[in-house]
């Protein structure tokens, strides 16, 4: 059975720092790894996608790496802000059409200022 | 508009009445996704829609749950005689392609409670 990790379930850090969040999966078969970022209430937002041949995507303060022969993507995020404050969601893709999209259950950032 | 957007924002019903949900995805997106996000879970898929293929239906929980997409546009997710355990947020996600390079956007979700 494929499974989505997420490590840590939480995570609260002060404004300015630079973070890492994790995600691990179990079949390193994948078409494609997502970030999401999902505030209460809210649907998700896409941050990056990481397509199976690359080995990282970045966009602003944020970079996303994939290693598929471990099994891992890191989130990276730098000099975080208040306004980074969310649920961040990783979702791996085994098929093509999107419809074995496994999700993680997210890692909940609070940032302090 | 510019994004996914589903309606109702929150849906409380008593068990067994039947809901139909709604999402509107981004114009000329051609896939279009039903999940479903229970109280400290991860999302779990529903159902997806390509173009003019057939459904694939394989996430619904049971026959409770169907779903119809006209064409490229709104889809309509419908469940019969709600059960407790239904409660959660629906979220719709549409994108552009299927597979790797597409990016999903999703909807706010709608909210169901059945009490």
């Known amino acids: 059975k494929q499974e989505v990790t997420q490590i840590p379930a939480a995570l609260s850090v002060p404004e300015g720092e630079n973070l890492v969040l994790n995600c691990s999966f179990t079949?390193?078969?994948?078409?494609?790894l997502q970030w999401f970022r999902q505030d209460p209430g809210k649907g998700l937002t896409s941050l990056l996608l990481?397509?199976?041949?690359?080995r990282e995507q970045t966009s602003g303060r944020l970079n996303a790496s994939l290693d598929k022969s471990s099994g891992r993507s890191t989130l990276y995020i730098a000099a975080s802000q208040p306004g980074d404050s969310a649920t961040y969601l990783c979702?791996?893709?085994?098929?093509?059409?999107?419809?074995?999209?496994?999700f993680g259950k997210g890692t909940t950032l609070s940032v302090s200022s | 508009g510019a994004g996914v957007s589903q309606s109702p924002s929150n849906k409380v019903t008593e068990k067994g009445k039947d809901v139909e949900l709604r999402c509107d995805p981004i114009?000329?997106?051609?896939?279009l996704y039903w999940y479903r996000q229970r109280l400290g879970q991860g999302l779990e898929f529903l159902i997806y829609?390509?173009?003019?293929?057939?459904?694939?239906k394989s996430g619904l929980p049971s026959d409770r749950f169907s779903a119809e997409r006209t064409g490229e546009s709104v889809s309509t997710l419908t469940i019969q005689r709600t059960q407790q355990e239904d409660s959660a947020v629906y979220l719709c996600?549409?994108?552009?392609?299927?597979?790797?390079?597409?990016?999903?956007?999703f909807g706010n979700g709608t909210r169901l409670t059945v009490t």
């Open positions: 996600a549409s994108s552009l392609l299927q597979g790797r390079n597409s990016p999903l956007h």
């Open positions: 829609f390509q173009g003019n293929s057939a459904p694939d």
């Open positions: 979702a791996v893709g085994f098929n093509q059409a999107g419809t074995a999209l496994i």
């Open positions: 114009s000329g997106h051609t896939a």
């Open positions: 990481i397509q199976s041949s690359q």
């Open positions: 079949d390193s078969a994948i078409y494609n």
